[in-house]
């Protein structure tokens, strides 16, 4: 978010707000191929002779997101009439404010005399409409040079000295090491930006979105570490006719992670059958193979032909220890956890609690003040899924509390596999969870505690909007806790479109803060976004006001979010759900409507056009299939209908 496009987006008028976004938009040419022969400033062209022309185009757009640009066109200017040279329609056009994507198109001209001005010189440029003939943009000139003699090529200095340290190994969903980048050069000392970019198994290289423009270092993100993929950097000259350099490739290799196993019990109506059940591991190439293992006198040894996924013990097993090895291409192998087969038991009642993020685990340290409720406040299941009766019948769960010190007591109510903390606590107090169910043992869980501070009360934790920066979100330095404060800053989307709260550890950890830094990292668009700030001390996490800022509104400061529009009688809806490994929209009271579904990757930020179906009824359905590519997550979607209406979301694939 530019602070120029904010000061006049409060200063326009409505009737000229359409016209201001789309002046923003641009169209580049980066370069003109003539027959094979690549030019960055002045094209050469013979006269007389067929030539195949290629130009190398960017657009990006700064315009409203629910704008969708076509009608592109190259035209050779002249001083008579202009010469139109080719029309087309884009595919894969940017929807996103502040997308840039390049594109290519080629055409054979059999007399390139149509481009020759009485000069023998002329100059090409592109435009693009929307919708009718309504010109938005026109790109820069690109000057063309006719010549009888052989095509020159002007040769240019490339980018040099950019290059990045070698092979990274990582765990699983952690960060990596720092890959370090040489200071790069660029010819005639012309301004540049980094970018770094990513490419994963069978995919094309895209730039990675969270916190890497611009920065010679990068640290391989926990988000980013799932599986094995390439990373280079790009160098990208501003304001230069100059080609975006790129550097060596490097390798990062992520280790094998959740490689866990687990017991199942079953019965077949005559016999117990224990069975070793295998996670499936993540990292490495992300395609497994197993081998479990039995430890014996002379140590572990290979159990012929168990190389499935899950084991089925002999029944003569208990006492025996095993464990499982996963093996995956470019990544050592992993040992999974040993497991002794005993008596049946209550397996996985392990209990954390849920925080923003799934990878921070168990706040040992989480604390709240006297007559509040903690802010992460529910517990649940360490591993989902895991919590099951050894002997396969169903569980009883009862949560219980108590002082510290003092006797545990049920609480009232209290009996599904999660927890949530809705009474606010007046002192320390500690949960935890019995589970029981037949044949097996009583089990109970760890203990979760929660502290009440003994420190001051946190006030004064206040937000707002710098009057002379629009862009800039001031915030008050806190009274109370132990006087020593640490910061996180959170956001999220009007409610019609909420993806839920998002926290950014540790980015802008001070006082103060500004929208884009947040805003423009968020995976989906809006038109409102509730930006939030917690200080900690002694534990405590203290939420502060929350500030409204809508992009066609401006600051709602103290106000109410803007109203509901009104709700025709018949109401289209877009209702989305994942089964299995399928995506399915049911589209209602949509019938003889396109549309046009985005989804974005929650982790990383990335999006794709995954279908344009046409809605042949007003309950229709649409089914797309999960590539194998799309891993485990949240993910959001931007439907975009013919008549400009968005329909946004979210779905989480299991």
């Known amino acids: 978010m530019k602070l120029k496009s904010l000061k006049l987006l409060f200063t326009v008028i409505s009737l000229f707000q359409l016209a201001f976004y789309k002046a923003q ?24 002779t067929p030539i195949n022309l290629k130009v190398y185009f960017n657009i990006k757009k700064n315009s409203s997101p629910n704008e969708m640009g076509n009608n592109v066109k190259l035209i050779a200017k002249k001083l008579g009439s202009n010469h139109q040279v080719f029309v087309r329609t884009l595919g894969n056009f ?80 952690t960060t990596g090491s720092v890959i370090t980048g040489t200071d790069a050069k660029v010819p005639n000392n012309a301004q540049f930006k980094y970018y770094w970019q990513r490419k994963n198994p ?108 899950n084991y089925i013990t002999p029944s003569n097993s208990t006492g025996k220890s095993f464990r499982r090895i996963a093996r995956t291409t470019a990544a050592l192998e992993s040992l999974s956890n040993e497991l002794t087969l005993g008596d049946l038991k209550t397996l996985g009642n392990l209990i954390t609690v849920e925080t923003f993020d799934s990878n921070k685990g168990i706040l040992d340290d989480q604390k709240v003040m006297a007559g509040q409720k903690p802010v992460f406040n529910r517990l649940r299941t360490h591993t989902e899924g895991y919590l099951k009766s050894g002997s396969g019948h169903p569980l009883s769960i009862q949560w219980q509390s108590r002082t510290e010190g003092g006797t545990w007591a049920d609480i009232p109510g ?124 002694d534990g405590v996490w203290n939420r ?5 800022y809508s992009v066609s509104g401006g600051i709602i400061q103290g106000k109410k979010a803007k109203a509901t529009i009104t709700v025709p009688t018949v109401q289209k809806t877009v209702v989305a759900t994942v089964n299995n490994n ?4 049911n589209f209602k009271n949509y019938n003889g409507a396109q549309a046009e579904v985005y989804l974005v990757n929650y982790s990383t930020g990335r999006s794709e056009k995954i279908m344009k179906p046409t809605i042949s009824s007003d309950n229709s359905i649409q089914v797309w299939a999960f590539p194998p590519h799309y891993l485990q997550g949240v993910y959001a979607y931007n439907i975009v209908f013919n008549d400009g209406t968005v329909q946004s979301g979210k779905v989480i694939k299991k």
């Open 414 to 537: 209290a009996t599904n596999e999660i927890y949530t903390i809705n009474a606010p606590l007046t002192q320390t107090l500690q949960y935890r969870r019995n589970v029981a169910s037949l044949y097996v043992p009583d089990s109970e869980s760890n203990i979760i505690t929660v502290q009440v501070s003994a420190e001051p009360v946190i006030e004064y934790n206040i937000i707002s909007f710098d009057p002379s920066n629009l862009d800039h979100i001031m915030g008050s330095a806190p009274i109370g806790g132990d006087g020593n404060y640490k910061y996180v800053w959170a956001v999220d989307v009007h409610p019609d479109d909420s993806i839920g709260e998002i926290i950014y550890w540790g980015v802008s950890s001070g006082t103060e803060t500004t929208m884009s830094e947040y805003i423009d990292t968020l995976p989906i668009s809006s038109d409102e976004y509730h930006l939030t700030r917690y200080a900690i001390s």
């Open 94 to 173: 940017p929807t996103s404010t502040g997308q840039s994507v390049d594109y290519v198109l080629t055409e054979n001209i059999n007399n390139p005399n149509v481009l020759i001005d009485w000069q023998d010189s002329g100059n090409l440029f592109m435009t693009y409409t929307y919708g009718g003939s309504f010109t938005i943009v026109a790109s820069n000139l690109f000057p063309l040079a006719f010549v009888t003699a052989p095509v020159i090529t002007i040769p240019t200095t490339p980018i040099y000295n950019n290059t990045i340290s070698g092979t990274v190994v990582t765990e699983y969903l």
């Open 544 to 548: 502060s006001n929350t500030l409204i």
């Open 25 to 48: 938009d641009k169209i580049t040419i980066q370069k003109v191929e003539v027959n094979g022969t690549v030019f960055t400033s002045t094209a050469y062209i013979p006269k007389n």
């Open 582 to 585: 399928e995506l399915l929209f």
């Open 202 to 309: 069978g995919g094309d290289w895209y730039n990675i979105v969270n916190g890497t423009i611009n920065t010679q270092n990068y640290a391989p993100l926990a988000s980013e570490n799932r599986y094995h993929y390439k990373l280079r950097r790009a160098v990208r000259p501003i304001n230069s006719d100059l080609d975006t350099g790129y550097s060596n490739e490097v390798d990062v290799q992520v280790r094998i992670g959740e490689n866990k196993i687990t017991e199942s019990v079953s019965h077949n109506g005559t016999a117990t059958i224990r069975t070793l059940i295998g996670s499936t591991p993540k990292g490495g190439g992300n395609v497994f193979t197993y081998q479990w293992q039995e430890y014996t006198s002379s140590g572990w040894k290979n159990i012929p032909n168990a190389t499935a996924i």
